[in-house]
């Protein structure tokens, strides 16, 4: 597997106990699909990029982190050089979203357009500071343009086509 096409869904921070098992920082909205028994992920080293493929053998949510043992590993011996790796699967393996939901690699990158047809710029990042997220567009002249994602701007979202309609509220300029 290609590393653009793998989806991060986590991070081992530290062991946990001395059974085997580790603790996960979770970087999915999912954490209860991705950490469910019987599930393989793919390990992937932060330092030669090496990958282990692991089968969950159980987990448990435990102060905003993921205690979770895999199949085969039953000391602490045999985990503690895991540390620091990070835990993804394939795109393939995408949970269904909602309707007007989108995946952050699916909007990072669209082309925005006004209603008129005239083009602000690219999504550059996403803010979630509150009540909605917050598209970043960086505009033609290196400026930036903060959108928030209600329906009264967002219009239009065509991921096949990478192009966002929206419509600009007085004072987004």
Known sequence: MSEERLLNIGKVVNTHG?????????????????????????????DNGGTLTVEIEAAREQKNMFVVK?????????????????LKVGEDERVPLEEDEYYVRDIVGCEVVTEEGETLGTVSDILSPGAND?????????????????DDVVLEVNIAA???KVHLMEGLL
Request: no cysteine; aromatic share 12%.
């Open 70 to 86: 895999f199949k085969g590993f039953d000391n602490i011996n045999e985990v503690e050089k895991y540390k620091g790796w990070e």
């Open 134 to 150: 917050i598209w970043v567009v960086k505009m033609a002249k290196g400026k930036e343009l903060l959108l928030p994602v209600i």
């Open 162 to 164: 990478r192009k966002i």
């Open 18 to 46: 001395i059974k085997g098992e580790l603790r996960i920082w979770p970087q999915t909205d999912f954490p209860d699909v991705r950490f469910k028994k019987g599930n393989k992920l793919l390990m992937l080293s932060p």
